[in-house]
């Protein structure tokens, strides 16, 4: 691809933009259908896992992490749940033309605020192929127009995935330039789009650290930064035993190499006798390494916890996003301690294992991160599981949305005047 390819590419996704924003629900939500069918038909799924299964080959002749080559993987057990979460979507009511604020001025016009789609939306992603489905569903059912540029590490299967994409929009009558995608992994060609605001409305990063860097720096549009920030429970000497352990090993284990998995363990140190083993063999039992500051050092060998996967706490622990089986446990001072701590650190999300009214209200009330969690599992903090169907990112900054992403998120709005004559004088 050449840079003459990437703006051809933008000014067709503004043209289908327009298109696309001048759909009814019916028609969007049938393309949606479709990519169902297509998913769910045996050939064009198997197409997709072959396509995967040669990243997969080569990212671990590559070397890549564990961590990662999770993230990169599809099977058929996952492409189930994708479709599920589109048929979600599909339910999920449309926020195009929804109004939502009215109001009559004192010289008799009437005003309201309608919602309308965004227009073209460029999202930049490494190595999770699954975000291709994503944005594809949530741009289409908000009627944008998207522009996807997956990682090089998930060529073959973003390449894959996007023929089925623009099959099912040819099938429904659409032009397939609605969705789009650059294949070529040149980075050039991504900071020639970055700069193409007269055609992209906005850019959102999915990746790590440095995508996002590049893509602030780089881009001459708005840019949406999400999904990077390490995640804290605070376990209080009130905390439910068994609320600590499930809690605690749904966070850091279910699936420990995504953005909303636990990192760090934030102890009372009124509770800490109790709370601090209870964690640390239930996490011991699920293989991960324990970072431990020296106090839980101190508190773990009392206890007669031995094992290999104890270190000491490193420099970077309190902020590094491992996104393997590693927890960092320390101990607090309390309540205030946390937050401090969290103030410093987090921005995520963050919960409280606690049977507290007033520390529960105060966490609450005083963490600043994009979701906090009462006595509820890290993990929910997802856009399929808070009830959007799917999520284009998790956004950690606070304009214009902050969280995670669905439908509503991928709109703007517009007022509309209506009068009778009036003039201004």
């Known amino acids: 691809m050449t840079p003459t390819d990437i703006l051809q590419m933008a000014q067709r996704a503004r043209r289908a933009a327009r298109h696309i924003a001048n759909t009814s629900t019916a028609e969007r939500n049938a393309v949606l259908a479709r990519i169902v069918v297509l998913l769910n038909d045996p050939h064009h799924a198997q197409m997709i896992l072959t396509a995967n299964a040669l990243d997969i080959a080569n990212g671990h002749a590559a070397g890549l992490r564990p961590a990662l080559i999770d993230r990169m993987m599809l099977t058929p057990q996952r492409l189930a749940a994708i479709a599920n979460d589109i048929d979600t979507v599909i339910l999920l009511p449309d926020p195009v033309g929804d109004v939502f604020e009215r109001g009559i001025l004192p010289n008799a016009l009437e005003w309201y605020k309608v919602r309308v789609p965004i227009g073209v939306v460029a999202v930049v992603y490494e190595a999770r192929p699954n975000v291709t489905f994503d944005v594809a569903a949530l741009c289409l059912k908000s009627g944008n127009a998207a522009i996807l540029r997956g990682g090089k590490e998930i060529s073959q299967s973003c390449a894959a995935i996007v023929t089925l994409l623009q099959q099912a929009l040819s099938d429904c009558g659409l032009t397939a330039d609605v969705l789009q995608a650059i294949t070529d992994p040149d980075r050039g060609l991504l900071e020639q789009l970055l700069k193409l605001d007269t055609y992209v409305d906005v850019v959102i990063p999915r990746g790590g650290a440095a995508l996002h860097r590049f893509c602030v720096e780089k881009a ?115 309540l205030e301690a946390a937050l401090d701590h969290i103030a410093d650190h987090g921005g995520h999300t963050e919960v409280i294992i606690s049977e507290q009214t007033e520390a529960i209200a105060t966490f609450v009330r005083q963490v600043d991160s994009t979701a906090v969690m009462v006595n509820a599992s890290t993990r929910f903090n997802d856009g399929g599981q808070l009830g959007l169907g799917a999520e284009i990112a998790i956004s950690t900054q606070k304009l214009h949305v902050r969280g995670p992403m669905g439908l509503r998120e991928l709109t703007t709005y517009k007022w509309v005047v209506t009068g009778t004559g009036q003039v201004r004088t």
């Not at 499930?246 to 190499?257: E, K, T, W, Y």
């Not at 060998?301 to 031995?306: M, N, R, S, T, V």
């Open 220 to 334: 001459t549009m708005p840019v949406i930064v999400g999904g990077i920030g390490i995640v804290h429970a605070y376990i209080d000497h009130s905390a439910n035993p068994t609320y600590v352990t499930d809690i605690v090993v749904n966070g850091r284990v279910q699936r420990p190499s995504v953005c909303n998995s636990l990192d760090v363990l934030l102890f009372e140190r009124a509770g800490a006798t109790k709370m601090v083993p209870l964690a640390a063999r239930a996490l011991l039992e699920q293989s991960v390494e324990l970072r431990c500051d020296a106090e839980v050092l101190t508190l773990l060998a009392k206890e007669g916890i031995a094992d290999r996967r104890i270190v000491a706490l490193g420099d970077a622990d309190y902020d590094t996003e491992y996104m393997a089986l590693i927890a960092t446990l320390h101990i607090v001072d309390g």
